[in-house]
């Protein structure tokens, strides 16, 4: 049986085959280097229950834990000097490597997208958060050099970036702040609705390169989509980012004269290269427009998470416990027609997966071998296939190094892909295990 | 300094014995890459650790001032300070071009070198010692090298290996865009001709890479000769980092000689006193919660208050916000069951209780040290409170710093400042000297004639409740009331409360602007 379904305690033991395989390669070739088995991991429990510093010797272990404790969510950490859940008291413990990870949440683009709020998420906020991808996709590869770039869907209102390039594990807090901040252009809070300003006469690379990203597709996505000029409020609120006075007056009167949002953007843009033109700009508002569209449409990251080498973030695959949906990767170029809402649910993947079967039931005499492996019956598919991807490219590069320096520790990345869940009532767990379905 | 003075009479000549001294140290500026291996007394040890401490102390001191690190007004104050505290020998040192060799000279490095080691074992503990420490190092050694000449910065890398590949005029003419839009300091494309570009991967410049001040591509930066010391800045925090690591490890082996032992633990006991963490052990419990509202409109700081109004009008805060007014609250002497009233309280009309304790206490009862590390957390100082990074839909930070100046403007109207007084507050924000600001709003809302330098929260707190409590005190001694430690509210609504008061204090203010 591919997929196998058991009741235990009134609840639903799932397995399934899984790319994890791939993974635990890496973590058998690593349990001699110690490199897996320090690695944190921390389950969510029922009830908001959280346990942090877990770790584990090898698959087997980390497996039956999940299976033993169901959690909700599984969160991966950085990988410490011992083993996190035997020495974490000791007082040289500390963690030495992790990922470099960004996390742009969906809730800090309120104040610039009308279409939803909060939680909530829809193709039009979508393209802001395509945008935030490629720009900062991009920014890693060429300023930064790091190639090997995991994108994941957060299962509900946000994305996560894993920068798994070994020089990029090893990065210490103040090396990451350092790309944090380089990365970040907005600044300030709730008191401050200028949060963009660009300091000095030319533009950073990097920021003009963003700029031109944004330029593209600023008039469909934020002037069109959001609408950013369609109301007073917003008008308000677009005004105030203009900070010399007579300028924002004779704006505000300007914008009366017109009626929809793309009108009045495109008198904005008007009047601003006039006066730039007749050198009527102020030597700081130099970038007046640029730095509008930069607030509009910049990637909004929580620069703590990446900041941090001991901040955990979510496990892709995960089932995101709100949603159901599954933490999902897809790739930085597709970005844009990747698509939130299609992402599936957990319990939309064990119906394709048992339809799938129950089509080729006359097919399932054959022998192990050839069984397919679950997830491709199902619509992750594409994920994983990106996922497979990023892995084995990643994989490459351990080769290379293993051939050069014969008996040095092979790094892994150590990202274990991982699917748990308790969803709705069922109690689900979705295991994983080498090599097709395994029976519990 | 006795110890140079004495020496500078001996003609500098060189003797055998010297001849190592110079070896060891040929240039006023060293990366403390290599441990002092010599004996002194415990006498000697003791006295090398107070100078290092006061030294890092005055450095630490005039940031506070908010003068440009990197501008000659500041390593002047810095001088000063030092002659000041006495310390002539090293103000001296912080002003050397670097490659002098006499007999004075080379004393002071090796005090310098081995003062710097006494200090790294007092600090190698903890984290946040080791942060204050590698900061303050840092800062003297960017304002010493400022000093040094073009020869002696030359010999500083070449004794150090610092071996940085320039970029060959090819690349250069290709990149020649990029890099003059990207280097700050290329005043124009011209310019880039004139100057060596060094290839410097991008975590030895840390800091150009921060601002955005240089050229990157594929993890290399593209310094210009002129951002040299950022590149040094890097290696010197690296290796200090990682030194200061190791050290933390050998720690318990050094322990074993009691003598050291006690007197380093002291050292590190008299830093924590400048914190007012520690305040909590002595003012725990001394803060009752139904003077909070109270205490927060006339004794909070604007940041602090600020938030108490956001907590009490949003019902939500997020963490930096928790952290910045949570800390605080504890330094005043709220105890731990009463901040977590507080806070439920606060939360309790978008939070039930059940949610509350799941999802917030845990955060609380850490600051406090109550669960988890248990450490005994500080609350934060100005500086880093100005520096902190302040995301959208966050409403901590300083206000002087993270708000609109209109936004500034009304705030402080609606807490009653007068006009005149606002402008004086934003004259200074203007100029970017917030605590100045800060000071100023303190000094028009008590109504005192004095300045306030304000450079930590809880240190505004204690200030105002002075001024509260001398006004108690005047009037304690026309009615014969015995004087409390903190103002009963009925007092204080006397002292300062009602607007009536605060109408008579105002025309104080104006003629006071008006001189």
């Not at chain 1, 299962?155 to 594990?169: F, S, T």
């Not at chain 2, 032992?261 to 520690?278: A, T």
Request: glycine fraction near 6%.
């Amino acid at each position: 049986m591919p997929a196998t379904v058991t009741h235990e305690d009134g609840g639903v033991v799932f397995t399934f085959g899984w790319p994890l395989q791939l993974i635990v390669v890496r973590g058998r070739l690593n349990t001699q280097s110690h490199y897996f088995d320090r690695r944190e991991f921390s389950f969510t429990l029922a009830d908001d229950i959280y346990i942090r510093y877990l770790s584990f010797a090898n698959q087997e272990e980390l497996e039956c834990e999940i299976r033993k404790r169901n959690p909700y969510k599984i969160d991966i950490g950085p990988v410490y000097s011992h083993r996190p859940s035997e020495h974490r008291n000791l007082p040289t413990f500390h963690p030495l490597e992790k990922e470099l990870v960004f996390d742009i949440d969906m809730t800090d683009y309120d104040e610039v997208r009308s279409c939803c709020t909060g939680a909530d998420i829809c193709v039009k906020c979508w393209r802001l958060m395509a945008i935030a991808c490629k720009i900062l996709d991009t920014a890693l590869r060429e300023d930064f050099g790091f190639q090997h770039l995991l994108w994941v869907f957060s299962g509900r209102r946000g994305i996560h970036c894993w920068v798994c390039d070994e020089e990029a594990r090893k990065l210490d807090v103040t090396a990451r702040s350092a790309v944090a901040e380089y990365l970040q252009l907005l600044s300030g809070g709730l008191h401050q609705s200028k949060k963009v300003t660009l300091s000095g006469d030319k533009l950073h690379t990097s920021i003009k390169r963003a700029k031109d990203i944004i330029e593209q597709q600023f008039v469909s996505m934020c002037v069109e989509e959001q609408d950013i000029l369609g109301s007073a409020t917003s008008m308000q609120k677009f005004l105030s980012l203009i900070p010399d006075e007579p300028m924002r007056q004779e704006l505000m009167k300007e914008l009366q004269n017109y009626s929809t949002s793309k009108q009045r953007w495109e008198a904005v843009v008007r009047h601003i290269t006039e006066r730039r033109q007749k050198g009527q700009l102020k030597r700081r508002q130099q970038f007046i427009l640029e730095e509008i569209m930069l607030q509009y449409a910049y990637p909004r990251l929580d620069i703590n998470v990446t900041k941090g080498l001991n901040h955990l973030l979510k496990s892709p695959f995960c089932v995101h416990p709100k949603t159901g949906k599954i933490c999902l990767p897809f790739h930085p170029r597709a970005a844009e027609k990747f698509d939130p809402s299609s992402v599936p649910t957990i319990s939309k993947i064990i119906e394709e997966v048992s339809q799938y079967d129950a089509k080729t039931k006359d097919m399932a005499g054959q022998d192990a071998k050839h069984r397919m492996k679950d997830y491709k019956k199902t619509s992750m598919l594409k994920g994983i296939v990106v996922f497979e991807e990023f892995v084995h490219k990643l994989e490459e590069t351990w080769k290379g190094k293993r051939l050069e320096a014969s008996g040095m520790q092979v790094h892994t990345n150590g990202i274990c892909i991982l699917l748990s869940n308790r969803y709705e009532n069922a109690v689900l767990s979705v295991a994983i295990t080498g090599y097709g379905g395994v029976a519990v | 300094m006795e110890y140079s003075r004495r020496r500078k009479s001996v003609p500098s000549t060189q003797s055998v014995q010297t001849g190592s001294l110079v070896e060891m140290y040929p240039i006023d500026l060293q990366l403390y890459k290599v441990p002092p291996i010599s004996s002194i007394s415990l006498a000697e040890f003791e006295d090398l650790a107070q100078e290092r401490l006061r030294i890092l102390r005055a450095v630490d001191d005039i940031n506070s001032r908010g003068l440009n690190k990197h501008s000659e007004e500041c390593k002047g104050a810095l001088t000063a300070e030092l002659k000041r505290l006495g310390l002539k020998g090293f103000a001296k040192l912080i002003n050397g071009t670097g490659c002098g060799n006499t007999e004075s000279e080379l004393r002071l490095r090796r005090r310098d070198h081995i003062s710097h080691f006494i200090l790294r074992l007092a600090y190698c503990r903890s984290e946040e010692l080791r942060r204050w420490f590698i900061a303050r190092e840092l800062d003297l050694f960017r304002i010493r090298f400022s000093s040094l000449s073009a020869e002696a910065i030359q010999r500083f890398m070449q004794i150090n290996n610092l071996k940085y590949e320039a970029v060959s005029e090819a690349e250069k003419s290709l990149l020649r865009e990029c890099l003059f839009e990207s280097s700050v300091i290329m005043p124009s494309v011209a310019s880039v001709d004139a100057h060596v570009f060094y290839r410097v991967p991008y975590t030895d410049v840390q800091d150009l890479v921060r601002c955005r001040k240089v050229y990157l591509s594929g993890g290399s930066a593209y310094v210009p000769s002129t951002d040299l010391i950022a590149v040094l800045s890097t290696v010197f925090r690296t290796n200090l980092a990682h030194g200061m690591a190791i050290m933390a490890r050998s720690l318990p082996a050094l322990e074993s000689d009691e003598r050291i032992f006690q007197l380093l633990k002291n050292l590190h006991h008299s830093y924590v006193g400048e914190e007012y963490g520690s305040l909590k052990n002595s003012s725990a419990g001394s803060i009752q919660l139904d003077q909070l509202d109270l205490l927060s409109r006339h004794s909070f700081p604007p940041c602090m208050k600020k938030l108490s109004e956001h907590l009490r009008s949003n019902h939500h805060m997020r963490h930096g916000g928790r952290m910045q007014y949570g800390l605080f609250l504890k330094g005043i002497g709220l105890s731990l069951e009463d901040s977590l009233h507080y806070w439920k309280d606060g939360f309790s009309q978008k939070t039930d209780a059940d949610k509350f304790e799941k999802q917030y206490s845990y955060n609380i009862r850490h600051n406090y040290g109550a669960v988890g590390k248990r450490a005994n957390y500080a609350p934060y100082s100005c500086m880093k409170i100005i520096m902190s990074n302040v995301g959208p839909d966050e409403a901590h930070g300083c206000p002087f710093k993270h708000s609109d100046l209109s936004h500034l403007k009304q705030q402080l109207l609606a807490w009653n400042v007068p006009v005149a007084g606002i402008n004086k507050v934003v004259e200074y924000v203007t100029q970017g000297h917030f605590q100045l600001a800060c000071g100023k709003y303190f000094q028009i809302t008590h109504g005192v004639q004095f300045e306030v330098a304000i450079n930590h929260p809880n240190q505004y707190f204690v200030e105002s409740q002075k001024v509260f409590n001398s006004k108690h005190d005047v009037k304690a001694a026309a009615t014969g009331v015995p004087v409390g430690e903190i103002l009963h509210t009925s007092d204080m609504e006397d002292v300062w409360g009602d607007d009536k008061d605060v109408e008579s204090i105002n025309v104080d203010i104006h003629q006071e602007v008006a001189i």
